[in-house]
């Protein structure tokens, strides 16, 4: 495939590229991530801290005890007994070391995966919360990497990152301390070479949090891509876009790759660097320290110990470099993930919110507006009445605000300006659990949840028995085919419920709502996706299941709405027309053109 022709699917795929975005270390950010680990700091964080400054105390002590105490005192002066409790106590320290080291990364893994639990938990949650707007604005996939992705991002920073920061400063300024306690000279002859190795790695660091940025993006991008290309493969396939589809997912994938490469490549150069200026402290410390014995400035065993603390000195410089690369990946998680934490619900709730137990049903608008997106209304000072027990249709062309009226009774949106009132009561004054518990919505697009299709009828109503179940699925007319399945109402059904049809999966979606016996239910297109005989059966039930409760019945199919006891007609927002059937086809307007355009093109079938 040639370039263009690459260009052309990127285009057709809308296809863009995220910039890197130069900004400092943020430690406020950082630091209210590291808050995370608050609900364990009387436990799990510092007995894991404990092990850490345990294993790092036995590593400052053993070798200082071989060196300086074992040379230079036990072998130089002959004393075996010495030499023996040295030898004892050395592997004594190193045994204790041992079991330290065992539960410091039991421990520090514990904590890293509860803190991890934790975050995605409350990520989770929040997002659960928050109003329909913010899922109309954002893809599924970009949410699915936030929740995923960017938290499984921060488990290494959390299981040994920011505990082995502690313990690699600790090292480093306690090897410092005594190695300047040993032979100052020494010391500052070796530490010369620290201000060139700042410096570079400096500019290495810098390099490095750009490319582990653009390997955060580049995997946004192929998740998202990933996600939205299982959901469509039905469309992809009935157009035959699969070459095209799988020539896009290459270009994504080939992006990822390469970041991951030169992000990797800069991340090795790192360590190499560190060796090979620990390879020239080695060379100035064998040069220095043979003239400073040869002096008698040295001695042996000093000599000897100084190697140790040497090779220790590098070891957590090196780390160090890891663990910031470590802090920078969970900077850019930490954005994207607070960016979604301190989005606010549109939809809120008053603190001393009203908590409706016994709804009757009745529904207000009073000169309600309403916008989705501030420029064009979808609702123009909409006033009508819902009498509570009342079954009332809402009619008019795509674009007329019949789901946006349902939207504001559920209040999944707030009106713009106006009052929408249930039993009286400004809704904006109820608690959402009291209103939404009590409110039942069945749409055109069902959604079936991975799990038997007992829990997905119960999924309103956990509580509700086995026979209520059947009770509910026989007043809609779906335990025929229900019955006819390979486990009946235990027969499990995957994300979407694809084994079913489209109507079996519609006529569960009524079950499911009537199961949770609503005061107010919402049938918004509901019946668009069933076929004239199963509507039948449907009507049927309805009658006697609507009673004593208010109905709401969106339909472009005229046939269902007949017996309604008010019929609203919309046209852009507004209401043009209200009456019953009987009263509406006198008036021979909107309602009677658009009953008679249906009836027509029946007759043409």
């Known amino acids: 495939m040639s370039q263009k022709e690459k260009q052309d699917i990127k285009h057709r795929f809308h296809y863009s590229s995220d910039t890197v975005i130069e900004k400092p270390f943020n430690w406020k950010q950082m630091l209210r991530l590291l808050a995370y680990m608050k609900p364990y700091s009387k436990s799990l964080l510092p007995l894991a801290i404990i092990m850490v400054l345990l294993t790092t105390a036995v590593r400052l002590i053993a070798p200082i005890l071989i060196g300086k105490y074992t040379i230079d005192h036990a072998i130089a002066n002959k004393d075996t007994n010495l030499l023996i409790t040295l030898v004892v106590t050395i592997a004594g320290l190193y045994a204790i070391n041992y079991v330290a080291n065992i539960y410091r990364i039991k421990w520090t893994n514990m904590l890293g995966q509860n803190i991890i639990y934790d975050l995605r938990k409350h990520l989770f949650t929040h997002v659960q919360g928050l109003s329909h707007r913010f899922f109309d604005k954002r893809s599924a996939g970009s949410i699915l990497v936030r929740i995923l992705n960017d938290v499984n991002s921060l488990q290494e920073l959390f299981t040994n990152g920011v505990i082995n920061l502690l313990m690699d400063f600790v090292l480093l300024f306690g090897v410092i301390f005594i190695l300047f306690g040993l032979s100052p000279k020494l010391t500052l002859a070796i530490l010369i070479i620290l201000p060139l190795m700042v410096l570079i790695t400096t500019k290495l660091r810098r390099n490095i949090r750009r490319s582990w940025q653009t390997v955060r993006i580049k995997q946004s991008m192929l998740n ?157 000072g909409i006033s009508l009445t819902m009498e509570a027990g009342q079954t009332v249709a809402l009619v008019g062309h795509t674009g007329s605000g019949k789901t946006t009226i349902a939207n504001l009774i559920s209040r999944f949106y707030d009106a713009t300006s106006g009052e929408v009132r249930i039993d009286g009561i400004d809704i904006k004054e109820l608690s959402l659990q009291s209103v939404r518990s009590q409110i039942s919505v069945v749409l055109q697009d069902t959604f079936i949840f991975s799990g038997t299709i007992k829990d997905n009828i119960r999924f309103g109503r956990p509580d509700a028995t086995d026979e209520e179940v059947i009770e509910a699925a026989k007043a809609v007319g779906a335990h025929q085919f229900i019955e006819k399945l390979i486990n009946g109402y235990d027969t499990e059904v995957e994300e979407r419920g694809n084994i079913l049809s489209v109507g079996e999966r519609q006529l569960l979606s009524f079950a499911r709502a009537l199961l949770a016996d609503p005061k107010i239910l919402i049938l918004d297109e509901a019946t668009a996706s069933i076929d004239t005989e199963t509507e039948v059966k449907i009507q049927q039930a309805l009658k006697q299941l609507l009673k004593d409760r208010t109905a709401i019945i969106i339909a472009h199919r005229l046939s269902t709405i007949r017996e309604a006891d008010k019929i609203f007609v919309l046209d852009h927002g507004e209401i043009i027309e209200q009456g019953n059937h009987d009263e509406l086809m006198k008036q021979q307007g909107e309602y009677f053109g658009l009953v008679r355009a249906q009836f027509k093109m029946l007759e043409a079938i």
Do not use: C
Request: no cysteine.
């Open 224 to 380: 998202s891509h990933l996600n939205e290309s299982i959901q469509g493969i039905r469309v992809t396939q009935a157009f035959t876009q699969e070459n095209e589809n799988i020539e896009f997912f290459d270009g994504i994938n080939n992006e990822n790759f390469e970041s991951w490469r030169v992000a990797t490549q800069k991340n090795a150069m790192f360590r190499p660097f560190v060796e090979m200026t620990n390879a020239v402290g080695t060379a100035i410390l064998i040069w220095f320290g043979a003239m400073l014995i040869q002096d008698n400035g040295l001695t042996v065993g000093v000599f000897v110990s100084f190697a140790f603390y040497l090779g220790m000195f590098w070891e957590p410089i090196s780390r160090l470099g890891q663990v910031y690369n470590q802090l920078l990946v969970g900077m850019a998680s930490s954005e994207r993930i607070f960016e979604f934490i301190d989005e606010k619900p549109i939809v809120g709730e008053k603190e001393d919110a009203i908590h409706l137990t016994d709804m009757k049903g009745k529904v207000e608008f009073n000169k309600v507006e309403f916008s989705y997106d501030d420029s064009r209304k979808a609702l123009k």
